[in-house]
């Protein structure tokens, strides 16, 4: 079993920055794709990107290229979504998760996730 567990999420507005965190314990995470999707009201769930624990390599969301970055911290066990430049239509409630499937932009490949954190742009 792999648990998720997100913080870092809060109000911030236009322009400003957040960093979101994605504490992961259970079992060994070099196999794991790790995932940042995104929902906001009455919408589908998102993928903003995702990062292979094991290499590092990421993909991102369009929606987000160029904004967002993804890292790890091996010693701390824990992902991170780095959120620049921020706009009111990125607000949602951010979630992680962690799979071993090779589609990382679905959804429905994540057997792992957190409970969400939100996050809120002011215009």
């Known amino acids: 079993q792999v648990q998720l567990v997100e913080s870092g999420g809060g109000l911030v507005q236009a322009g400003g920055s957040l960093r979101l965190s994605c504490a992961v314990s259970?079992?060994?995470?070099?196999?794991?794709?790790m995932g940042w999707f995104r929902q906001a009201p009455g919408k589908e769930r998102e993928f903003v990107g995702a990062?292979?624990?094991?290499?590092?390599?990421?993909l991102y969301g369009d929606s987000v290229k160029g904004r967002f970055t993804i890292s790890r911290d091996n010693a701390k066990n824990t992902v991170y979504l780095q959120m620049n430049s921020l706009k009111p239509e990125d607000t949602a409630v951010y979630f992680c998760?962690?799979?071993?499937?090779?589609?990382?932009?679905?959804?429905?490949?994540?057997?792992?996730w957190g409970q969400g954190t939100q996050v809120t742009v002011s215009s």
């Open positions: 998760a962690a799979t071993f499937s090779l589609n990382w932009s679905s959804s429905r490949t994540y057997p792992y």
């Open positions: 990062i292979r624990w094991s290499v590092g390599g990421t």
């Open positions: 259970g079992r060994t995470l070099s196999s794991y794709v």
